[in-house]
């Protein structure tokens, strides 16, 4: 079974920075996208920055100049670097894939979910 497996995460003071990793677990032949999306309290899950297979990238406008996604090919994991944290970034972070694997076909599937508090 393929699943994603979330490190990082936890306390920081703001303008401090954190590194959450992504990683694949299973047997998969391509990773077509991955992202990082969150949850703040009181509000609906939203995406962070994504990536394609290609490379390309986005991010939310909130996070812009502050926050890198990047991947490892080698070992098809996925890392969001996030730099001068503010406390309005507190939040449920969660890794995202679309995937292609060779027991289900295309599949897209959720990591648990990690927690990041930016205290003032």
């Known amino acids: 079974q393929v699943q994603l497996v979330e490190s990082g995460g936890g306390l920081v003071q703001a303008g401090g920075s954190q590194r959450l990793s992504c990683a694949v677990s299973?047997?998969?032949?391509?990773?077509?996208?991955m992202g990082w999306y969150r949850r703040a309290p009181g509000k609906q899950r939203a995406l962070v920055a994504g990536?394609?297979?290609?490379?390309?990238?986005n991010y939310a406008d909130s996070v812009k100049g502050r926050f890198t996604i990047s991947r490892d090919n080698a070992k098809n994991t996925v890392s969001l670097q996030m730099n001068s944290l503010k406390p309005e970034d507190t939040a449920v972070y969660y890794c995202?894939?679309?995937?292609?694997?060779?027991?289900?076909?295309?599949?897209?599937?959720w990591g648990q979910g990690t927690q990041v508090t930016v205290s003032s």
């Open positions: 299973g047997s998969i032949f391509r990773i077509n996208a």
């Open positions: 995202n894939a679309d995937l292609s694997t060779y027991s289900n076909g295309r599949v897209n599937i």
């Open positions: 990536m394609t297979s290609g490379g390309s990238t």
